[in-house]
């Protein structure tokens, strides 16, 4: 058999993605083909360089090249910039933004504190980056920053002449920007609303973030100003809700579904957090808290539950130690459920941006406008 391009597309739209549901030439995912004699090349370029079955993409399509008489075939692995079928994923933004840059801006919220949405955002970014993404964090939690503690950062980012900020690059090639990098860990930061929404909209636009795959936002605890002001001025592609079993953080984690149900910001997830704890002496998995919580959640708003994340003992402290558990325990039970979570983030949005549909681009609610639910 002859060898040529129409002949090889032709075999390789055989090889699906099962997220999709189209084949990658339909996706057009096969690019700059080059056929010399028997070898053949050419590129698949994917929609993210973190995508979870970009290997099984490669190994199909190399096998099904060889079944038509191909003796070396060469596939590169490439991805694309930006969302699948929107060049201005910046939306409506200041002339000098540089959020446009940023491919998916992830919301990752919680209806109350303690829930440990900060290590679950951590740790989802570590797992991106060594999945091969360009990540970056934005600290959003003006008056509890976090994100300092938990990668060590020591340093301030750089501010430039015309008050743009480059964020601190931390362990795994993580951009951060977050307050603690501005104020006295120390000393408590007492402002009002107005100082925190010009804050929050400063670090959203006014950050020199390049170009991004993903930019996990961590949300402080709740559903009031500086949430709404996050989602008015960024252009989210989903959202992440982590709560614990306890009923008490379900009853808010709701609320945190229903914020972002009612701005049009699809929730990508649940993630349980403590959902049960592994015994450092004979391994055995103990509940501390009552079982099902997040299926129920996820059963009662129709989103699925993406992670159940367990407490190790030996993995506990890396937040303390500015290490998170993916980096510095990899092979623990809790990193294999944020990779294994990560690679479902990744998956999903490359469904939101196929899609199109319920991803909200022009966020510009007035506050009269909002739904409110019915006490």
């Not at 099984?56 to 692995?77: H, M, N, P, W, Y």
């Not at 409506?92 to 504190?113: F, L, R, T």
Request: charged content about 20%.
């Amino acid at each position: 058999m002859t060898l040529n391009e129409q002949t090889i597309l032709k075999a390789l739209s055989a090889v699906q993605d099962p997220d999709l549901h189209k084949n990658i030439v339909e996706l057009g995912f096969v690019q700059n083909m080059k056929i010399e004699g028997t070898c053949v090349s050419f590129e698949l370029k994917l929609t993210t360089p973190a995508c979870p079955i970009r290997d099984r993409f490669k190994d199909q399509s190399i096998a099904i090249v060889k079944s038509l008489g191909a003796t070396e075939v060469v596939v590169t692995l490439t991805s694309s910039q930006g969302r699948v079928g929107d060049e201005n994923a910046a939306t409506k933004a200041p002339q000098n933004s540089h959020i446009g840059e940023v491919a998916h801006v992830v919301a990752v919220a919680s209806g109350k504190g303690g829930v440990g949405k900060s290590t679950v955002t951590a740790n989802l970014a570590m797992a991106l980056s060594l999945s091969g993404a360009r990540v970056g964090i934005l600290d959003a939690d003006i008056y509890g920053p976090s994100m300092g503690l938990m990668f060590g950062i020591d340093k301030a980012p750089v501010v430039h002449d015309d008050n743009s900020i480059s964020p601190v690059e931390a362990k795994g090639g993580i951009s951060i920007v977050s307050m603690c990098m501005f104020a006295d860990s120390d000393k408590a930061t007492i402002w009002r609303g107005p100082m925190v929404s010009q804050m929050i909209q400063h670090f959203i636009h006014h950050v020199r973030w390049g170009k991004l795959d993903y930019l996990l936002v961590d949300f402080p605890p709740g559903t009031g100003d500086i949430q709404l002001t996050l989602t008015q001025n960024c252009p989210m592609a989903g959202a992440v809700v982590v709560t614990t079993p306890q009923e008490v953080a379900l009853a808010d984690c709701r609320k945190g579904i229903a914020m972002f149900d009612s701005v049009g910001v699809p929730v990508i997830g649940v993630v349980e957090n403590m959902s049960y704890f592994i015994c450092d002496g004979c391994g055995k998995r103990h509940n501390i808290f009552p079982a099902g919580g997040g299926e129920r959640i996820a059963q009662k708003w129709g989103v699925p539950l993406i992670g159940k994340i367990p407490m190790e003992p030996a993995v506990a402290g890396c937040g303390d130690e500015g290490a998170p558990a993916v980096l510095r325990y990899p092979n623990s039970e809790s990193a294999k459920v944020f990779m294994q979570t990560a690679d479902t983030v990744v998956r999903a949005l490359a469904v939101f941006d196929a899609e199109g549909d319920g991803v909200l681009k022009n966020f510009n609610y007035e506050f009269e406008q909002l739904p409110v639910e019915e006490a």
